[in-house]
C-alpha cells in the first residue's frame, strides 16, 4: 500500500461516497438509532414515500416470520434501490433493504430470523404495495 492510500472504514457514515456505497450494495445494516437517517437517505438520492394506513396489514404478512422447505441464494451482487423504514412512535424499530432485481434483502431490527423473507412471493406483493402496479 502506498503512502497516500487511505483505508475505508465500511461503517464510515460521515464520509458520504461510503456511506452511499454501502447503502446501495453491501448487506451492511443501516443503524436504527441513527437521528439523521432519513436525511441522510435524501443526500444519497432516495426519496421519501408513505405507504397509505390501507396496506399495513399486507405489510405485516410480508415481513412476518415464516418458513420454507425449499429456499434459494441468488448469484449476483445487490443493488438496494428499496429502502423500507418502520416506525412506531416516530422510533425507527426496523429497516429493510430490498434489491427486487436479484431478490436480496437486508433486515435490521427484525425480533427473528429474516433468512426465509422473499418465499411465498413476497417480493412480487411488497413491489405491487410500492408501486401501487
Given at each position: ?15 458520504i461516497a461510503v456511506f452511499q456505497f454501502n447503502v446501495i450494495n453491501t448487506y451492511i445494516p443501516l443503524d436504527l438509532n441513527n437521528n439523521q437517517l432519513q436525511n441522510k ?93
Amino acid at each position: 500500500m502506498n503512502k497516500d492510500s487511505k483505508v475505508i472504514n465500511p461503517l464510515d457514515t460521515t464520509n458520504i461516497a461510503v456511506f452511499q456505497f454501502n447503502v446501495i450494495n453491501t448487506y451492511i445494516p443501516l443503524d436504527l438509532n441513527n437521528n439523521q437517517l432519513q436525511n441522510k437517505l435524501k443526500e444519497i438520492g432516495f426519496s421519501k414515500l408513505e405507504i397509505p394506513e390501507k396496506y399495513y396489514k399486507d405489510i405485516d404478512k410480508i415481513f412476518s416470520y415464516k418458513e420454507y422447505e425449499e429456499s434459494f441464494q441468488a448469484m449476483c451482487l445487490p443493488s438496494y434501490r428499496d429502502i423500507l423504514i418502520f416506525k412506531k412512535e416516530n422510533e425507527i424499530i426496523g429497516i429493510a433493504k430490498i434489491c427486487f432485481q436479484c431478490g436480496q434483502h437486508a433486515i435490521s431490527g427484525a425480533s427473528g430470523e429474516t433468512d426465509w423473507f422473499g418465499g411465498d412471493g413476497d417480493y412480487e406483493k411488497l413491489e405491487k404495495i410500492l408501486y401501487q402496479e
